[in-house]
């Protein structure tokens, strides 16, 4: 195997795993956004739980994060709780920080 190949494969590797964890990452973040949602319209244990699973699964719909969003901007709408786009989607950072914290912690 030459120099280039080696490379080649070593950035390969990279990337796999890059992206292995940017998908824990925002798996795990949108556990966190459903349990913060869940709290907010006043779901609590197995209950809060589900709606979370109910989130991290919105997100299989298309790409990026606007389906995520969607759900919970119309969950909270629906059960009458006060939050705005910007607040949502501030807290989504937030929680993706949270989560890659938690991933390295690991």
């Known amino acids: 195997m030459s120099t280039f190949d080696k490379?080649?494969?070593?950035f390969e590797k990279k990337f796999a795993h890059d992206?292995?964890?940017?998908f824990k990452a925002t798996a795990r973040r949108n556990k966190l956004?459903?349990?913060?949602v869940a709290e907010k319209i006043g779901k609590t244990g197995a209950d809060a739980d589900a709606y979370a699973k109910?989130?991290?699964?919105?997100?299989?719909?298309?790409a990026g994060d606007d389906d995520v969003f969607r759900k919970v901007k119309a969950d909270l709408d629906a059960?009458?709780?006060?939050?705005?786009?910007h607040q949502i989607r501030r807290t989504m950072d937030e929680l993706m920080a949270t989560a890659i914290a938690q991933i390295q912690a690991s």
């Open 7 to 10: 490379r080649q494969e070593g």
């Open 33 to 36: 956004l459903g349990l913060w």
């Open 19 to 22: 992206e292995e964890l940017r």
């Open 79 to 85: 059960a009458g709780a006060d939050q705005s786009d």
């Open 54 to 62: 109910s989130v991290v699964m919105s997100d299989f719909e298309e």
